[in-house]
């Protein structure tokens, strides 16, 4: 059974820094593309950042956010520099069991397996 557990959420000030992780059960993320995403209180959920051969960004967090992944651990980070206000939300990772992000890995339809979320406040 395929389950993916995100943590490393918290409360941080305008310019701070967080991690995020996502460690899989039941599959192994070197093999499989993930995608990272937030949903806003009011707001859809969208994408943010997707990692397989290569990686892809969000205009929003381009050059703030870097993906990478620790296959020894089983393990997908986001690193998340410069945070702004606007960059609060439930943070989710997500697979859809395919090798390749794509030039669509925004869609969120195309997501199979999903974690239970983790929060991130970015407030002074």
């Known amino acids: 059974q395929v389950q993916l557990v995100e943590s490393g959420g918290g409360l941080v000030q305008p310019g701070g820094s967080l991690r995020l992780s996502c460690t899989a059960s039941?599959?192994?993320?070197?093999?499989?593309?993930i995608g990272w995403f937030r949903q806003a209180p009011g707001k859809e959920r969208e994408g943010v950042s997707c990692?397989?051969?290569?990686?892809y960004y969000s205009d929003s967090v381009k050059g703030r956010f870097t993906i990478s992944r620790d296959n020894a651990k089983n393990t997908v980070y986001l690193q998340m520099n410069s945070l702004k206000p606007e960059d609060t939300a439930v943070y989710y990772c997500?697979?859809?069991?395919?090798?390749?992000?794509?030039?669509?890995?925004?869609?969120?339809?195309?997501?199979?397996?999903w974690g239970q979320g983790t929060q991130v406040t970015v407030s002074s």
């Open positions: 039941g599959l192994t993320l070197d093999y499989y593309a």
């Open positions: 997500a697979t859809d069991m395919v090798r390749t992000c794509g030039y669509r890995w925004y869609q969120t339809l195309r997501y199979d397996y």
């Open positions: 990692i397989s051969s290569s990686t």
